[in-house]
T-cell receptor, first 119, second 120 residues
Framework: AQTVTQSQPEMSVQEAETVTLSCTYD???????LFWYKQPPSRQMILVIR??????QNATENRFSVNFQKAAKSFSLKISDSQLGDAAMYFCAYRRSSLIIQGAQKLVFGQGTRLTINP | GAVVSQHPSWVICKSGTSVKIECRSLDFQATTMFWYRQFPKQSLMLMATSNEGSKATYEQGVEKDKFLINHASLTLSTLTVTSAHPEDSSFYIC????????????????FGAGSRLTVL
């Protein structure tokens, strides 16, 4: 079974600074997807960024970028120019690539990292 | 964009009663929906996978008779917590998946806003 581990329960960063959230995962599969989700106090899950394992290029979305190290099974999220609105729980998630196997679309989540932005 | 509506957002019930939570995909057809449970300050735990027109697939340790899931149409899945007890109090989140060509890009799941259940 696949597992996702976030070893940082809490992180804090000064506004406008850069912060990196760590995530490691374990899988025996070669093709899969990785995601970072944000859960603000409203508790609505918001997709921040996604990465296809077959792509070597790291995904970027404006101030958010990832460092995907497939061999090391590491998938960290970098937030540049941190803003107060970035404060939230961040979850790393894994999904199998196969859409044929029933239930393959389910996400396996890490434990989450609570990010605090200091003004 | 894709929107998933979850209702009610907050429900309080007495112990022993049953509560139904609805998850609707408003602008797309969802062949598969997922139900998660989240305790305070914890991660999302998958409870079951719901496929339209077939029985739900429950994760290990989740009581099928306690958490009844019905996916009667491509836009609606329901979770019924039967004979609720205080330990069932939690935040329940659904997510919906669109059918896409398997050769296409990642099938991104859309989440509902969640339902907070409090059992007295």
């Amino acid at each position: 079974a696949q597992t996702v581990t976030q070893s940082q329960p809490e992180m804090s960063v000064q506004e406008a600074e850069t912060v990196t959230l760590s995530c490691t995962y374990d899988t025996s599969e070669s093709d899969y997807y990785l995601f970072w989700y944000k859960q603000p106090p409203s508790r609505q899950m918001i997709l921040v960024i996604r990465q296809e394992a077959y792509k070597q290029q790291n995904a970027t979305e404006n101030r958010f970028s990832v460092n995907f190290q497939k061999a090391a099974k590491s998938f960290s999220l970098k937030i540049s120019d941190s803003q107060l609105g970035d404060a939230a729980m961040y979850f790393c998630a894994y999904r199998r690539s196969s859409l044929i196997i029933q239930g393959a679309q389910k996400l396996v989540f890490g434990q989450g990292t609570r990010l605090t932005i200091n003004p | 964009g894709a929107v998933v509506s979850q209702h009610p957002s907050w429900v309080i019930c007495k112990s022993g009663t049953s509560v139904k939570i609805e998850c609707r995909s408003l602008d797309f057809q969802a062949t598969t929906m997922f139900w998660y449970r989240q305790f305070p300050k914890q991660s999302l735990m998958l409870m079951a996978t719901s496929n339209e027109g077939s029985k739900a697939t429950y994760e290990q340790g989740v009581e099928k008779d306690k958490f009844l899931i019905n996916h009667a149409s491509l836009t609606l899945s329901t979770l019924t917590v039967t004979s609720a007890h205080p330990e069932d109090s939690s935040f329940y989140i659904c997510s919906a998946s669109r059918f896409v060509n398997p050769e296409g890009g990642a099938n991104v799941l859309t989440f509902g806003a969640g339902s907070r259940l409090t059992v007295l």
